[in-house]
């Protein structure tokens, strides 16, 4: 009878022999849940073969879709989430999907600091960052300047010069814009309902008075690109990405940021609170933010990356389109998204529901 020293020995043998038999241990598994076209499969294959001990599973979403998948879980079932700036400080206070960033573990010289510094003021929470931003864009105007030269800002698009010949989309960033144009700051207006409804009710009014000047309201990009390359309107409230594809057909259309400022939305990185790849997630993050990524990443989203200069690492044709638009006084003038609190996004509903009663959009 083998003794119980002997019987130990040959469990760790045997135990050896499995495990060269099947290569060592498996990979660890990175569970990304980003936007499409933030995870191409060049930089997967790429960072796979710099970290071959971890595979990298993508699952596409959008903003309404993390936060649903994360609450469903209590912050479960992913490592790496790419919520935008804005959709993290209350979800974060009321549910605690995500963990607190370990900012040591980031290179964070490689941030443009405009950028960095709006993604910290959003996501911090009792003195913890839980976000670092990754991509950003803006909403402004589109404008043929051919034919609204001295088109600035989200008022144009009322301007009566214009009857007839300006477009938008009735959605939540045309009443933020018209109210910044008014001389009002509805972020401000955030932390008291009473006022923003105030200020609701007047860009309403504003709205609504201005449909002689609207040729159509966009429900698309290609319906605005349809629009503006046809010649049918001269000037439109628009995302500039699409601003930049339209440019590349007719260069006399640029995006004009407003004067008021543009408004601007920030993909970030955050770390689900149940997330079991910490380590991974941080490579990733790292990873994807080097130069050579940042280029493979911009041709595939057509976004800038957040990192310094990074309009110069867009494709050729973005960066024409980017540079016919802004200059660095008007990155400064950036206003970026706040956080939401409960209750805005209903009344900002219900505020566009009169504007389309009235006004047929």
Not at 311 to 326: G, I, N
């Amino acid at each position: 009878m083998k003794s119980t020293r002997a019987i130990l020995l040959s469990a760790s043998a045997a135990a050896l022999v499995l495990l060269a038999g099947t290569g060592g241990a498996e990979a660890e598994t990175l569970r990304l849940l980003t936007w499409g076209s933030y995870a191409p499969d060049k930089i997967v294959e790429a960072f796979e073969k710099k970290y071959p001990d971890i595979h990298v599973e993508v699952t596409f979403s959008n903003n309404e879709e993390m936060i649903a998948k994360l609450r469903a879980t209590g912050g479960a079932g992913f490592d790496l989430a790419q919520p935008s700036h804005d959709r993290i400080y209350a979800v974060q206070k009321e549910y605690g999907l995500y963990k607190p960033l370990d900012l040591s573990k980031i290179d964070m010289s490689v941030f443009e600091p405009k950028l960095l510094e709006g993604v910290k003021a959003n996501t911090t929470i009792d003195g913890k960052v839980y976000a670092v931003p990754h991509q950003w864009g803006t909403s402004g105007i589109m404008v043929d300047k051919t034919k609204a030269p001295d088109a600035k800002g989200w008022g144009d698009l009322c301007n009566s010069k214009y009857k007839g010949r300006t477009s938008m989309r009735l959605k939540r960033t045309i009443l933020l814009g018209t109210a910044f144009s008014m001389g009002y700051d509805p972020f401000a207006a955030y932390g008291d309902l009473k006022k923003y409804q105030e200020i609701l009710d007047k860009v309403a009014d504003k709205l609504i008075a201005c449909k002689d000047n609207i040729k159509a309201y966009w429900k698309g990009g290609d319906d605005l690109a349809s629009l503006m390359l046809s010649g049918e309107v001269v000037m439109s409230e628009t995302w500039d990405s699409t601003a930049y594809r339209i440019y590349n057909q007719n260069h006399n259309i640029v995006f004009v940021p407003p004067e008021t400022g543009a408004l601007a939305w920030i993909d970030t990185f955050a770390i689900p609170a149940k997330g079991e790849a910490d380590d991974a997630a941080y490579k990733w993050i790292n990873f994807v933010m080097q130069p050579e990524m940042v280029k493979l990443m911009s041709a595939s989203s057509g976004a800038v990356i957040a990192v310094k200069n990074g309009k110069d690492m867009l494709p050729d044709d973005k960066k024409a389109a980017y540079e016919a638009a802004w200059t660095p006084e008007d990155v400064q003038r950036l206003k970026f998204f706040a956080n939401i609190p409960p209750g805005v996004e209903d009344m900002e509903g219900k505020t566009l529901e009169k504007i389309k009663a009235a006004t047929g959009g």
